[in-house]
């Protein structure tokens, strides 16, 4: 598609937060950035608008094996990052067909254009904590069992092994990035974590009726009474931020060889912290504004999930930098400027 001599990368779910923050990384590192745009009459380019005459979009998805292997065999690029899929573990439980088809069937029909049109393309597929589902084991590393606990990461299993047994069968250079839970202020409200970011800014800044910020889902972050509603309190996480992670996931696709690599901090909170952080970072008491619903509450729990990151640190050098106060500051004060 072009004669430049830069590198050339595909990244799939380019706008949603992680696709946005990697494409920043690699178009200041030089890259020529493709990124695989779902076709409508209104393109949504999302969290990459700001970048949209710097991206070279490519209309398609993850369903269409043969839109796939056209783009690749065309384009021959040297990275590919698989970031596309139904990415909330809520939903998968609402659409469990529609999460297994693109987020791991969707991976699948990826290795298979690069095994036929594009071999030499270095694939990079986002993995996730929830592998780990009810774990025994804590923290989590690269060799600890898969045992994987709602539909999400069912679907994340199959792409994650599909990674492994293609890279063996085929010489396919597939890593994978086992990452534990990552956010910032473009993450979707959907996600516990910018839920409570938006709700204790609505809270502050005194928001009713339909001022109430609204989540990707539909329904408002504050119920009818003015309360965020949450579920299981106790679920315990390690939380990093999205822009450190991206830098995991391209130091991955530079190893002189494909493998997996658990990323992550190491360290471990529970959702409790999360409210308790982000309201007293605006002078509120958490237990006064959040109620617990059974709508939340999922039908198994996974963790606690926490990770041991020493391997990508002792191999490529990578370790989280923004602490979780920090992290959650930073939603806060993104969501308190949006809504202000």
């Known amino acids: 598609?072009?004669?430049?001599?830069?590198?050339?990368?595909?990244?799939?779910?380019?706008?949603?937060?992680?696709?946005?923050?990697?494409?920043e990384l690699l178009l200041e590192k030089d890259y020529e950035v493709y990124g695989l745009l779902r076709r409508n009459s209104n393109p949504s380019y999302g969290n990459v608008s700001h970048l949209?005459?710097?991206?070279?979009?490519?209309?398609?998805?993850?369903s269409d094996p043969a839109c796939l292997s056209m783009y690749l065999a065309k384009i021959q690029p040297d990275?590919?990052?698989n970031l596309g899929a139904q990415s909330h573990v809520h939903e998968s439980w609402l659409q469990p067909l529609a999460t297994a088809d693109q987020t791991g069937l969707g991976a699948l029909r990826i290795y298979e254009a690069v095994r036929n049109t594009s071999p030499k393309s270095?694939?990079?597929?986002?993995?996730?904590?929830?592998?780990?589902?009810?774990?025994?084991?804590?923290?989590?590393?690269?060799?600890?069992?898969?045992?994987?606990?709602?539909?999400?990461?069912?679907?994340?299993?199959?792409?994650?092994?599909?990674?492994?047994?293609?890279?063996?069968?085929?010489?396919?250079?597939?890593?994978?990035?086992?990452?534990?839970?990552?956010?910032?202020?473009r993450r979707s409200p959907d996600f516990v974590t910018r839920k409570i970011s938006l709700a204790a800014a609505a809270i502050k800044l005194g928001l009713k009726g339909s001022r109430i910020p609204i989540s990707q889902g539909g329904k408002p972050v504050l119920n009818s009474d003015?309360?965020?509603?949450?579920?299981?309190?106790?679920?315990?996480?390690?939380?990093?931020?999205?822009?450190?992670?991206?830098?995991?996931?391209?130091?991955?696709?530079?190893?002189?060889?494909?493998?997996?690599?658990?990323?992550?901090?190491?360290e471990i909170h529970t959702i409790k912290d999360l409210c308790e952080t982000s309201f007293s970072l605006i002078g509120l008491n958490w237990q006064d504004h959040v109620v617990i619903s059974q709508e939340w509450v999922?039908?198994?729990?996974?963790?606690?999930?926490?990770?041991?990151?020493?391997?990508?640190?002792?191999?490529?050098?990578?370790?989280?930098?923004?602490?979780?106060k920090d992290l959650m500051k930073m939603m806060l004060d993104a969501d308190l400027a949006r809504l202000s």
């Open 52 to 62: 949209r005459h710097q991206i070279k979009f490519l209309f398609g998805d993850l």
């Open 122 to 185: 270095r694939v990079y597929q986002a993995s996730t904590s929830e592998l780990f589902g009810e774990t025994t084991q804590t923290p989590q590393n690269e060799n600890t069992p898969i045992h994987p606990a709602n539909p999400y990461a069912a679907a994340k299993a199959l792409a994650h092994f599909d990674a492994q047994i293609y890279r063996k069968s085929f010489g396919l250079f597939i890593s994978t990035g086992i990452l534990f839970n990552h956010e910032s202020p």
């Open 1 to 23: 598609m072009t004669n430049s001599k830069k590198k050339q990368a595909v990244i799939t779910g380019i706008t949603g937060q992680d696709g946005s923050y990697l494409a």
């Open 298 to 324: 999922r039908p198994t729990e996974t963790g606690p999930l926490v990770g041991d990151y020493s391997k990508i640190k002792k191999t490529l050098g990578w370790h989280p930098k923004t602490k979780f």
């Open 79 to 81: 990275e590919i990052y």
């Open 226 to 266: 003015g309360k965020l509603e949450l579920g299981n309190l106790d679920a315990k996480r390690d939380w990093g931020f999205a822009g450190d992670y991206v830098e995991a996931m391209w130091l991955i696709l530079q190893h002189d060889k494909p493998d997996d690599f658990v990323v992550a901090t190491g």
